[in-house]
Protein backbone atom coordinates (compact mmCIF):
# COMPACT_ATOMS: atom_id res chain seq x y z
CA UNK A 1 0.00 0.00 0.00
CA UNK A 2 2.04 3.72 -0.60
CA UNK A 3 1.27 4.88 2.93
CA UNK A 4 3.56 3.74 5.59
CA UNK A 5 1.66 1.62 8.35
CA UNK A 6 3.29 4.17 10.82
CA UNK A 7 2.79 7.34 8.93
CA UNK A 8 -0.26 8.12 10.75
CA UNK A 9 0.66 7.73 13.98
CA UNK A 10 3.50 9.81 13.18
CA UNK A 11 1.43 12.52 12.24
CA UNK A 12 -0.78 12.39 15.25
CA UNK A 13 2.74 12.51 17.87
CA UNK A 14 3.83 15.98 15.84
CA UNK A 15 0.36 17.39 16.36
CA UNK A 16 -0.20 17.06 19.86
CA UNK A 17 3.12 18.20 20.12
CA UNK A 18 2.06 21.24 18.00
CA UNK A 19 -0.66 21.38 20.27
CA UNK A 20 1.53 21.82 23.63
CA UNK A 21 3.59 24.30 21.81
CA UNK A 22 0.33 26.94 20.78
CA UNK A 23 -1.27 26.21 24.05
CA UNK A 24 1.59 27.71 25.62
CA UNK A 25 1.01 31.00 23.28
CA UNK A 26 -2.81 30.96 23.31
CA UNK A 27 -4.38 33.94 25.07
CA UNK A 28 -0.38 34.98 26.01
CA UNK A 29 -0.17 38.21 23.49
CA UNK A 30 1.90 36.13 20.92
CA UNK A 31 4.18 38.41 19.01
CA UNK A 32 2.51 39.00 15.39
CA UNK A 33 3.69 40.06 11.81
CA UNK A 34 2.34 40.83 8.39
CA UNK A 35 3.01 38.69 6.10
CA UNK A 36 4.57 40.67 2.83
CA UNK A 37 1.66 40.91 -0.05
CA UNK A 38 -1.22 40.79 2.21
CA UNK A 39 -0.76 37.18 2.75
CA UNK A 40 -2.18 38.01 6.55
CA UNK A 41 -0.56 37.65 10.27
CA UNK A 42 1.65 35.48 11.39
CA UNK A 43 2.47 34.34 15.14
CA UNK A 44 5.72 33.47 16.89
CA UNK A 45 3.36 30.46 17.79
CA UNK A 46 3.26 29.54 14.29
CA UNK A 47 6.67 29.89 13.63
CA UNK A 48 7.69 27.71 16.93
CA UNK A 49 5.01 25.41 15.51
CA UNK A 50 6.62 25.06 12.21
CA UNK A 51 10.26 24.72 13.55
CA UNK A 52 8.89 21.43 15.60
CA UNK A 53 7.62 20.00 13.08
CA UNK A 54 9.90 20.75 10.54
CA UNK A 55 12.28 19.05 12.60
CA UNK A 56 10.28 16.00 14.21
CA UNK A 57 8.87 15.11 10.56
CA UNK A 58 11.89 15.52 8.35
CA UNK A 59 14.41 13.73 10.76
CA UNK A 60 11.41 10.61 10.71
CA UNK A 61 11.08 10.75 7.25
CA UNK A 62 14.18 11.90 5.54
CA UNK A 63 13.45 11.16 2.09
CA UNK A 64 10.28 12.96 2.40
CA UNK A 65 9.24 16.14 0.73
CA UNK A 66 8.30 19.25 2.76
CA UNK A 67 5.60 22.11 2.18
CA UNK A 68 4.92 24.29 4.83
CA UNK A 69 2.86 27.98 4.85
CA UNK A 70 5.28 28.74 6.87
CA UNK A 71 8.62 27.54 5.34
CA UNK A 72 9.92 28.93 1.99
CA UNK A 73 9.11 26.67 -0.66
CA UNK A 74 12.03 25.45 -2.52
CA UNK A 75 11.46 23.05 -5.53
CA UNK A 76 13.17 19.92 -3.96
CA UNK A 77 9.91 18.59 -2.74
CA UNK A 78 8.83 18.09 -6.43
CA UNK A 79 11.51 15.48 -6.70
CA UNK A 80 10.04 13.32 -4.06
CA UNK A 81 7.91 10.74 -4.27
CA UNK A 82 5.98 11.34 -0.75
CA UNK A 83 6.07 15.22 0.77
CA UNK A 84 4.71 16.43 4.06
CA UNK A 85 2.37 19.22 3.33
CA UNK A 86 1.65 21.00 6.77
CA UNK A 87 0.08 24.42 8.35
CA UNK A 88 1.24 24.80 11.70
CA UNK A 89 -1.71 26.65 12.51
CA UNK A 90 -4.61 26.93 10.23
CA UNK A 91 -6.93 30.38 11.17
CA UNK A 92 -4.59 31.88 13.27
CA UNK A 93 -6.80 34.78 13.22
CA UNK A 94 -8.74 32.73 15.14
CA UNK A 95 -6.39 32.22 17.78
CA UNK A 96 -4.78 35.82 17.86
CA UNK A 97 -8.71 36.27 18.76
CA UNK A 98 -8.48 33.28 21.24
CA UNK A 99 -10.79 31.61 19.96
CA UNK A 100 -10.82 27.91 20.22
CA UNK A 101 -11.63 27.31 16.48
CA UNK A 102 -7.78 27.30 15.34
CA UNK A 103 -5.91 24.02 13.81
CA UNK A 104 -2.61 22.25 13.36
CA UNK A 105 -3.35 20.29 9.54
CA UNK A 106 -0.77 18.09 8.88
CA UNK A 107 -0.77 15.77 5.68
CA UNK A 108 1.17 13.22 3.37
CA UNK A 109 0.99 13.15 -0.04
CA UNK A 110 2.38 10.09 -2.15
CA UNK A 111 2.73 11.07 -6.11
CA UNK A 112 0.09 13.65 -5.67
CA UNK A 113 -2.87 11.84 -3.45
CA UNK A 114 -2.95 12.54 0.34
CA UNK A 115 -2.11 9.16 2.36
CA UNK A 116 -2.95 9.95 5.86
CA UNK A 117 -4.14 13.55 7.55
CA UNK A 118 -4.76 15.30 10.89
CA UNK A 119 -6.90 18.03 11.48
CA UNK A 120 -6.34 18.29 15.40
CA UNK A 121 -7.98 21.63 17.49
CA UNK A 122 -5.88 21.21 20.55
CA UNK A 123 -8.28 23.86 22.94
CA UNK A 124 -11.15 21.50 21.92
CA UNK A 125 -9.09 18.25 22.57
CA UNK A 126 -10.67 17.59 19.08
CA UNK A 127 -8.31 14.91 16.76
CA UNK A 128 -9.55 14.59 13.16
CA UNK A 129 -7.37 11.76 10.98
CA UNK A 130 -7.58 9.39 7.79
CA UNK A 131 -5.09 7.45 6.34
CA UNK A 132 -6.03 6.47 2.86
CA UNK A 133 -8.43 3.13 2.53
CA UNK A 134 -8.44 3.25 6.66
CA UNK A 135 -11.38 5.38 7.29
CA UNK A 136 -11.05 9.05 9.04
CA UNK A 137 -11.86 8.98 12.93
CA UNK A 138 -12.71 11.63 15.40
CA UNK A 139 -10.81 10.62 18.87
CA UNK A 140 -10.68 7.16 17.82
CA UNK A 141 -14.03 6.93 16.85
CA UNK A 142 -15.12 6.42 12.74
CA UNK A 143 -16.74 9.17 11.17
CA UNK A 144 -19.61 9.26 8.42
CA UNK A 145 -19.78 12.39 5.90
CA UNK A 146 -23.91 13.32 5.80
CA UNK A 147 -25.92 11.77 2.92
CA UNK A 148 -28.35 14.59 2.50
CA UNK A 149 -29.70 14.97 -1.02
CA UNK A 150 -31.28 17.92 -1.52
CA UNK A 151 -29.83 21.38 -1.64
CA UNK A 152 -33.19 22.99 0.40
CA UNK A 153 -31.58 24.11 4.19
CA UNK A 154 -28.67 21.91 3.67
CA UNK A 155 -26.36 23.18 5.98
CA UNK A 156 -22.50 24.92 4.47
CA UNK A 157 -19.55 26.23 5.47
CA UNK A 158 -18.85 29.03 3.73
CA UNK A 159 -18.05 32.62 3.76
CA UNK A 160 -21.06 35.41 2.21
CA UNK A 161 -19.14 36.01 -0.88
CA UNK A 162 -19.29 32.24 -2.25
CA UNK A 163 -22.48 32.56 -2.39
CA UNK A 164 -23.25 35.57 -4.42
CA UNK A 165 -25.72 35.27 -7.17
CA UNK A 166 -22.83 35.51 -10.00
CA UNK A 167 -21.18 32.08 -9.36
CA UNK A 168 -24.63 30.62 -9.45
CA UNK A 169 -26.54 29.25 -12.66
CA UNK A 170 -29.95 30.87 -11.98
CA UNK A 171 -29.65 31.74 -8.28
CA UNK A 172 -27.41 30.85 -5.55
CA UNK A 173 -28.31 26.97 -3.63
CA UNK A 174 -30.88 27.61 -1.08
CA UNK A 175 -28.46 26.67 1.62
CA UNK A 176 -28.43 27.79 5.12
CA UNK A 177 -24.66 29.13 6.16
CA UNK A 178 -22.20 28.44 8.85
CA UNK A 179 -18.53 29.26 9.28
CA UNK A 180 -15.82 28.86 10.58
CA UNK A 181 -12.31 30.28 10.09
CA UNK A 182 -9.98 27.41 9.79
CA UNK A 183 -10.42 25.67 5.84
CA UNK A 184 -8.88 22.59 7.80
CA UNK A 185 -11.57 22.52 10.42
CA UNK A 186 -14.66 23.28 7.73
CA UNK A 187 -13.56 20.26 5.85
CA UNK A 188 -13.28 17.84 9.78
CA UNK A 189 -16.82 19.05 10.45
CA UNK A 190 -18.14 17.76 6.84
CA UNK A 191 -16.16 14.51 7.06
CA UNK A 192 -18.05 14.64 10.72
CA UNK A 193 -21.49 15.14 9.13
CA UNK A 194 -22.26 17.49 11.45
CA UNK A 195 -22.13 19.76 8.50
CA UNK A 196 -23.57 18.98 4.79
CA UNK A 197 -21.10 20.74 2.91
CA UNK A 198 -18.41 23.47 1.78
CA UNK A 199 -17.56 25.95 -0.33
CA UNK A 200 -14.68 28.03 -0.95
CA UNK A 201 -14.00 29.25 -4.44
CA UNK A 202 -10.65 31.55 -4.46
CA UNK A 203 -7.89 29.95 -5.40
CA UNK A 204 -6.34 27.77 -1.78
CA UNK A 205 -3.17 26.87 -0.38
CA UNK A 206 -2.91 23.19 -0.50
CA UNK A 207 -1.63 22.60 3.18
CA UNK A 208 -5.21 24.14 4.28
CA UNK A 209 -6.49 21.35 1.67
CA UNK A 210 -4.55 18.19 1.98
CA UNK A 211 -5.23 16.90 5.50
CA UNK A 212 -8.99 17.95 5.21
CA UNK A 213 -9.76 16.36 2.22
CA UNK A 214 -8.31 13.12 3.15
CA UNK A 215 -11.04 12.95 6.45
CA UNK A 216 -13.77 13.72 3.69
CA UNK A 217 -12.98 11.47 1.13
CA UNK A 218 -12.17 8.62 3.89
CA UNK A 219 -15.98 9.97 5.89
CA UNK A 220 -17.81 8.87 2.40
CA UNK A 221 -17.99 12.24 1.31
CA UNK A 222 -17.19 14.02 -2.01
CA UNK A 223 -14.21 16.38 -2.69
CA UNK A 224 -13.13 18.02 -6.08
CA UNK A 225 -12.17 21.47 -7.09
CA UNK A 226 -14.66 24.71 -8.16
CA UNK A 227 -14.15 22.86 -11.71
CA UNK A 228 -15.34 19.58 -10.52
CA UNK A 229 -12.20 17.97 -10.94
CA UNK A 230 -9.81 15.64 -8.74
CA UNK A 231 -7.61 17.20 -6.25
CA UNK A 232 -4.08 16.40 -6.78
CA UNK A 233 -1.54 17.72 -4.21
CA UNK A 234 2.50 18.64 -4.04
CA UNK A 235 1.74 21.11 -7.29
CA UNK A 236 4.92 22.96 -8.35
CA UNK A 237 2.43 26.47 -7.76
CA UNK A 238 1.09 24.77 -4.37
CA UNK A 239 -2.63 25.98 -5.13
CA UNK A 240 -5.95 24.57 -5.73
CA UNK A 241 -8.78 26.33 -7.57
CA UNK A 242 -11.43 26.49 -5.33
CA UNK A 243 -13.47 23.27 -3.18
CA UNK A 244 -16.37 22.09 -2.79
CA UNK A 245 -17.20 19.38 -0.25
CA UNK A 246 -20.13 17.55 0.50
CA UNK A 247 -22.80 14.51 1.17
CA UNK A 248 -22.22 12.77 -2.49
CA UNK A 249 -25.52 13.71 -4.30
CA UNK A 250 -25.67 17.22 -3.06
CA UNK A 251 -21.91 17.58 -4.48
CA UNK A 252 -23.50 16.90 -7.53
CA UNK A 253 -26.32 19.38 -7.15
CA UNK A 254 -24.42 22.11 -6.24
CA UNK A 255 -21.45 21.06 -9.00
CA UNK A 256 -24.26 21.41 -11.51
CA UNK A 257 -25.57 24.84 -10.44
CA UNK A 258 -22.42 26.57 -10.09
CA UNK A 259 -21.00 28.71 -12.86
CA UNK A 260 -17.29 28.13 -12.60
CA UNK A 261 -17.71 24.47 -12.95
CA UNK A 262 -18.36 25.25 -16.68
Do not use: C
Not at 71 to 83: K, N, V
Not at 209 to 232: M, P, W
Amino acid sequence: MPEREDDLSLLVDAARRAGEIAARHWKQGPQIWDKPGGEGPVTAADLAVDEMLRTTLTAARPDYGWLSEETPDTPARLSQRRTFIVDPIDGTRAFIDGSRDFAHSLAIADRGQVTAAVVYLPVKNRLFAAALGRGATLNGAPLAASTRDVEDQATILTSRPNLRPEHWRDAPPPVARHFRSSLAYRLALVGQGRFDGMITLRDSWEWDIAAGALIVAEAGGAISDRHDQRLVFNNPVPQLPGVLAAAPALHRQLMARLVSAA
